[in-house]
């Protein structure tokens, strides 16, 4: 499937020699979870992104990982993406909790789970697809279940990225604003399809997350209900009315859960 809907890749989704010129560096943003980060396990070639001041306990808990870091002044999450799109030019973001990418296209019985190299095969391919569609924003399905799994549209050329797990490659015009406090996927979406009206979505594939709105450290030490207020009053006042409050409450985590109605 990969061959068929991907030129330039062989079945696992890995570029020929030839297309390797734009490798997309895999990122994970941490902070403050030097020893409780998952996501290392879950692709191979992943960097750990932290401040200086944490270098030397992410060394000594994540034996073996490359780690970038940057300077304690990038405080939050939505800077701290900022930064590291602009450091790293062509990056693929995943959150430090991942616990691993999942087939969601599958028949029932048949395995799901991505083993690590296949997943950072599988994303150095959807970045080069987006690049050749001329798509900068890219990601994965932001659904687990099979029953939202469209085999007839698989990639989408429109919509929202997941914030655990997207990618922005060189020369987008994007940019995290720094006063969003746990939006941040909202934003860059939003931003995306003013600039450009087209991302590039793999929905064949998900990555699974623990739940971070309660997890100790990273975001959860700056998310609660009064940030996610002010949070979508001010996607509201930048982009209007196609943010809106989530109608249905069924399965909601806090009541300013938003949908986004981008008209193309």
Sequence with gaps: ???????????????????????????????????????????????????????????????????????DSVIGLARKRDWIIKHFKNVFMLDDDVEGLSRIYVGKGEPTTVEPDEAYDIIQATAHAAHEAGAYLFGFSSSPAPISYDAFNPIRLSGYVTGCAHGVLEGSKLWYNPDIICNEDYWISLLNAHHHRLLWKDTRFYWKQKDTFVNRGGLAEFRNIDAEEKDFQLLQRVFGDVVEL?????????PFQKTLRIPF
């Excluded at 020893?35 to 401040?51: P, Q, Y």
């Design 246 to 254: 989530r109608k249905s409450k069924q399965n909601t985590k806090h």
């Design 1 to 71: 499937m990969l061959q068929k809907l991907q030129g330039g890749h062989d079945a696992r989704g890995r570029l020929s020699k030839s297309d390797r010129a734009m490798e997309v560096k895999v990122v994970i943003p941490s902070h403050r979870r030097w020893d409780r980060v998952l996501t290392t396990m879950a692709v191979d070639n992943a960097i750990l992104c932290v401040a200086e001041s944490q270098r030397s306990l992410y060394e000594k808990c994540n034996k073996g990982v490359e780690i970038v870091t940057h300077p």
